[in-house]
């Protein structure tokens, strides 16, 4: 009989410690989020879900242009006042630093938490302004929100029911948060925005017929059906983009 050389019992101190490492490093389902220190304790919760602040009361470039935009300090100052005439919270040191920004001409030094490379495109105004009618009619289906709030039923979900909603599917319960953070591991990562792309109508079946023998005599024919079936076409006749083409993302 061959004898290994390492005995049983070596073995077992060698495994157990990779196993429990394995554990610990593993960043497990439950791990509180990391939250980012920011220069006022804006609560989006208190603001959102407790007095009922719209999404785009403060964010109003989202539907207008690439960036959905930080306000402005005279945003907050239409609610709370400036030092000078305090309304809203007068007694609140944290809005007093607002106040103090503003006298002092300063914007707030937020801390950006969702980021994306420079090389990457992404217009909000072409996602808040989307149909929900471009999604293939799957889409969606079978989300549980209370069991799995992030799975690519839900956000798709979300995203088809619109309104405060659609920011959700990407950026999640923003109006439960104390503080934002991200709720994706995997956010703004090119699988995580493909995911969603794959769902758009269109995007799996572009392949052109005329390569083939068979659509190469009517080519344009069978090209302009097949387009017009998968709503590839938009109402004035122009030809959407391909959700899958790196020029749609890349610059
Ligand atoms: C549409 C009105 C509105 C706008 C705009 C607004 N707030 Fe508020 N804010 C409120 C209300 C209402 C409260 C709750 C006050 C209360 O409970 O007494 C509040 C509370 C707060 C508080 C907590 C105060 C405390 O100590 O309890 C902070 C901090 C704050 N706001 C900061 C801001 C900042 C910073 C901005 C701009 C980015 C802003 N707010 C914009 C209405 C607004
Ligand atoms: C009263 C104004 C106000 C309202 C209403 C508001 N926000 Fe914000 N939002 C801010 C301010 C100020 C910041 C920057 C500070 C911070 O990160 O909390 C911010 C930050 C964010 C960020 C993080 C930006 C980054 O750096 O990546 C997201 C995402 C966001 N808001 C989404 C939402 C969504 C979704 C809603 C509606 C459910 C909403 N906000 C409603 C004022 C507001
Ligand atoms: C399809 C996904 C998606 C949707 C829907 C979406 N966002 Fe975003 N959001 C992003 C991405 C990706 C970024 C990072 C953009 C960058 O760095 O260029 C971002 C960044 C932001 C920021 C940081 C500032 C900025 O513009 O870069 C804010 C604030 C924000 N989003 C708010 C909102 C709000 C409010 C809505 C709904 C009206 C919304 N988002 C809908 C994906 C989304
Ligand atoms: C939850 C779904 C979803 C996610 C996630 C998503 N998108 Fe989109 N995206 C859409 C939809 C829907 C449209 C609009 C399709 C239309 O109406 O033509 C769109 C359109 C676009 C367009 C405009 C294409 C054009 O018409 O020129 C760009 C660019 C884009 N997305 C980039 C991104 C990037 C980059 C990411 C990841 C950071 C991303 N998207 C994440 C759903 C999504
Ligand atoms: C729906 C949007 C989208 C499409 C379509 C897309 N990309 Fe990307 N791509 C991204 C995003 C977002 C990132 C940034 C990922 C990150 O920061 O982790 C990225 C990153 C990359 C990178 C850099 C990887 C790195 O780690 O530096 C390359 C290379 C790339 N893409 C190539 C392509 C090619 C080639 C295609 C076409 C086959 C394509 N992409 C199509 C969104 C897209």
């Known amino acids: 009989m061959i004898r ?15 196993v429990l490492l394995l554990c610990v490093s593993a960043t497990p389902t439950w791990a509180e989020p990391k939250l980012i220190e920011q220069p006022i304790a804006f609560s989006h919760k208190l603001h959102v879900s407790q007095n009922g602040i719209a999404c785009q009361y403060c964010h109003l470039y989202a539907r207008r242009s690439f960036s959905a935009g930080v306000p402005p300090v005279s945003t907050c100052l239409g609610c ?16 007093n630093k607002m106040r103090d920004y503003w006298a002092q001409g300063d914007p707030i030094p937020w801390v950006k938490i969702h980021d994306l490379p420079d090389f990457v495109r992404f217009p909000h105004k072409k996602h808040i302004n989307a149909e929900s009618s471009r999604f293939v009619d799957e889409a969606g289906q079978g989300c549980n929100l209370d069991k799995a709030p992030r799975s690519l039923e839900c956000r798709l979900f979300q995203f088809r029911t619109g309104g405060d909603q659609r920011c959700q599917a990407c950026h999640g319960a923003v109006p439960e948060m104390e503080v934002v953070y991200k709720v994706d591991d995997n956010f703004g990562s090119m699988g995580w925005c493909l995911e969603c792309h794959l769902q758009v109508k269109g995007a799996v079946e572009r392949k052109r017929t005329g390569s083939t023998l068979a659509g190469w005599f009517h080519a344009k024919e069978n090209d302009a059906k097949r387009e017009a079936a998968a709503q590839l076409v938009s109402d004035k006749g122009y030809h959407n983009s391909n959700m899958s083409d790196c020029v749609t993302c890349h610059y």
């Open 4 to 18: 290994s050389r390492f005995s049983p019992l070596a073995l077992l101190f060698l495994v157990v410690p990779t």
């Open 80 to 95: 709370h006042g400036s030092n000078k005439m305090k309304i809203v919270a007068p007694d609140s040191a944290e809005v």
